[in-house]
């Protein structure tokens, strides 16, 4: 049995959750509402202030979606109650983001043309400055494959570091061509 998967699930003030007899779970909060499919064969069971996820049988199949079913609720859980965010920062000369724009986030990365990035359905972008990118929402998968997208438009070099990173992200940098010697 899964160790994560054992964990009963709390369930925050002001969530309402809702389990079909097919295992169509939808989580209601503050900020929205998601629903995700389970496997109909799983036991997911809602006790009033938690949720448990238990498993048929002891297969190789169950224990792998025990784990990754309970992991999957409580990040909807804590999606529409408190919200994800994901920062991305810009190094280079000129590169910049604009999001004050409501339909799309406007990034010059160096290229001779800016790039209009199109705002996601559930995503929200911020510029606090030209050089930083907060992505915000209530679905964490949704912003991870967002900031990854941005990021692919110009990943960060080696050499001189330049491109898009995540805020945590260290980028090894490399020396580059030495000169040999003065002759």
């Known amino acids: 049995m899964s160790h994560i998967g054992k964990k009963p699930i709390d369930i925050s003030e002001g ?14 909060g503050k900020l929205g509402e998601l629903y995700q499919n389970f496997n109909s064969e ?13 498993i048929p049988s002891d297969t190789k199949q169950f224990r792998e979606l025990h784990g990754l079913t309970r992991a999957l609720i409580a990040n909807m859980i804590e999606g529409v109650s ?21 339909s799309y986030l406007l990034l010059n990365l160096g290229f001779s043309h800016p790039i209009y990035f199109e705002k996601p359905e559930l995503i929200t972008f911020e510029t606090p400055s030209a050089t930083s990118i907060i992505i915000k929402g209530i679905d964490k998968q949704a912003i991870g494959q967002v900031a990854a997208k941005i990021r692919s438009l110009r990943k ?25 010697g003065a002759a």
């Open 42 to 54: 799983l036991l997911i069971e809602n006790n009033g202030n938690c949720v448990t996820v238990k």
């Open 156 to 180: 960060p070099e080696p050499y001189k570091g330049k491109g898009i990173r995540y805020s945590d992200e260290t980028v090894r940098r490399k020396a580059g061509k030495k000169v040999a």
């Open 82 to 102: 408190s919200g994800y965010s994901r920062e991305l920062n810009l190094v280079g000369i000129g590169y910049t983001a604009d999001a004050s724009n409501n």
């Open 15 to 28: 969530v309402e959750i809702n389990i079909s007899d097919s295992n169509q779970v939808t989580v209601k």
